[in-house]
Structures are given as C-alpha cells and as structure tokens.
C-alpha cells in the first residue's frame, strides 16, 4: 500500500542534542500528523497541521507544513531520555484515511 | 476517561483459521477506523466505520470484515489466516467522520499467525 517517504529510517543521537525529521510525498496531503510510537503501545498524536506552510509548536516540538503540501518535518530540541521512541509522520486522504510513513526510530545515548 | 481500548492484548492462531478483534472508542467517539502495523513498518488502513457502515475502505481482501455496534464499539474480523496476516493490529477512534477531529489509537492486538 502507499506509504510516505520518511527519512531517516534510524537516528542515534546524544542527550541534548537537536533531532530533524522528515517526510515527503508524490500526492498532496491536506492535513499532516506526527505520531510517536512506544513499544507496546499505539501511536500518540504529538502534532497536527491543517494548513500549507503552517508552523507549530508543541513544547520542545516543532513541526511544519510544507508550501506544495507534499511534505512536512518535524524537530525535537534539546532531547531527552523519554524522547526515544518510533516517529511516524501521517497525511490524511480523504475523509480520516491516514497513510503513514515507515517511521523514524530514536535512540538517545545519555 | 477511558481511552480507546482493544481486546485481547496478543493472540495466536493457526493459518486458516479464523479471528475476531474487538475496539471500544474513546468516550464520545462515534467513529472506528483499523488499521495494520506489519514489524517496522507504519500502520496501513484497514477500514473505518461510521454510525454501523463500513463507510472507507483500504487495500485489503474480503477476508477483512468488520462490524460497527450501536453503542459504537467495533470488531474486526479476518478469516482464512494467513502467515502474512501476523501483525499489530491498531484501532483508532475520533469525533465524527470527516477529518475534523484527530484520532487517537489504542495499544493494539498482537496477532501471531503459525
């Protein structure tokens, strides 16, 4: 099935340290979502976007909306322990229909 | 508040036979969508149902059906387990249909096919 283009697929990284993240597509997405996933549990929604260049904060979080609406990133700053975990960038389609990237996983060396 | 809650947590059948997932929304949530989370990949939309009709559907065979109640709690069903059925399967639930109101997950069934 279709799936967004999510790089990078892994970052190791140390404490403190500026994480970058990101996502691209062939079709246009009229809203973005970034979702963090824990083991053993299901994505949580960190960040929404409903407009093209929009961008927002969510404390240390910051996500925007790309101008062509085909992409979006997300930045984490100065991470902490409790930041590792799988990212998972989204775009809606239709009405609800998410299609996910492959996700990002980090790790944080402390 | 209860958030949106999955029965069982882990399962483990046999190929060919068949299985029946279970989703309670989030309170005040009137619509469920599913979705599958293949080992290190991203969730896939299965289907989403609103007020008792399958009203969008994903890439997915026949073999997929669901069920919508009316006090809104859903079941997936998947008959004629595959081995490439073993996955993480995700239900999502959200305020209306159309988009407006952001979904928030479950923790999933762990399904293991053998």
């Known amino acids: 099935g279709q799936q967004l283009n999510q790089s990078p697929q892994s970052m190791f990284i140390q404490e403190g340290e500026d994480v970058s993240m990101n996502c691209t597509s062939s079709?246009?997405?009229?809203?973005w979502l970034w979702y963090k996933q824990d083991p053993g549990e299901g994505p949580v929604l960190l960040i929404a976007?409903?407009?093209?260049?929009e961008l927002t904060s969510n404390g240390r979080l910051t996500a925007q909306f790309g101008i062509t609406r085909k992409d979006s990133f997300l930045n984490i700053s100065a991470s902490i322990p409790s930041d590792v975990g799988i990212y998972f960038c989204?775009?809606?389609?239709?009405?609800?229909?998410?299609?996910f990237g492959q996700g990002t996983r980090l790790t944080i060396n402390p | 508040d209860a958030g949106v809650t999955q029965s069982p947590t882990h399962l483990i059948k046999t190929r060919g036979q068949q299985v029946t997932l279970r989703c309670s929304p989030k309170?005040?949530?009137?619509?469920v969508s599913w979705y599958q989370q293949a080992l290190g990949q991203g969730p896939q939309f299965i289907f989403q149902y609103y007020e008792e009709e399958e009203r969008q559907r994903g890439n997915f065979p026949d073999r997929f059906s669901g069920h919508q109640f009316p006090n809104y709690s859903s079941e997936l069903n998947v008959n004629a387990l595959l081995l490439g059925d073993s996955a993480l399967y995700l239900c999502a639930s959200s305020r209306g249909p159309s988009g407006g109101s952001p979904l928030h997950f479950g923790n999933g069934t762990r399904l293991t096919v053998t």
């Open positions: 309170s005040g949530h009137d619509t």
């Open positions: 976007l409903y407009k093209a260049g």
């Open positions: 079709s246009i997405f009229n809203t």
């Open positions: 989204a775009g809606i389609q239709g009405a609800q229909k998410l299609v």
